[in-house]
Nanobody, 116 residues
Framework: QVQLVESGGGLVQPGGSLRLSCAAS????????MRWYRQAPGKEREMVAI????????NYPDSMKGRFTISRDNAKNTVYLQMNSLKPEDTAVYYC?????????WGQGTQVTVSS
């Protein structure tokens, strides 16, 4: 079955960086578009990055462009989210996601806290 396991979250100061990882299994990873979402307390879950496959085309909301970079390693079945110049408003639980036959699959999430 599809499994997504995020890691790499933590506490970071404003202006700092983190790299999140999402290890995937149970499906042909190289054939699937992958997404990162986040959900802050009291807010709706929002997409922060997407990477297609094949092609590796990426896209981000305007507020993340230039700060977040999504990438993938198909040999390792892993998708990454590099986050730079972090702000307190980036504090959230970050999830990776894929869609198979119209069904959304989510990992358990990893907490990112940006605070001094």
């Amino acid at each position: 079955q599809v499994q997504l396991v995020e890691s790499g979250g933590g506490l970071v100061q404003p202006g700092g960086s983190l790299r999140l990882s999402c290890a995937a299994s149970g499906f042909t990873f190289s054939s699937y578009t992958m997404r990162w979402y986040r959900q802050a307390p009291g807010k709706e879950r929002e997409m922060v990055a997407i990477i297609t496959s094949p092609g590796g085309y990426t896209n981000y909301p305007d507020s993340m462009k230039g700060r977040f970079t999504i990438s993938r390693d198909n040999a390792k079945n892993t998708v990454y989210l590099q986050m730079n110049s972090l702000k307190p408003e980036d504090t959230a639980v970050y999830y990776c996601n894929t869609i198979d036959n119209g069904h959304n699959y989510w990992g358990q999430g990893t907490q990112v806290t940006v605070s001094s």
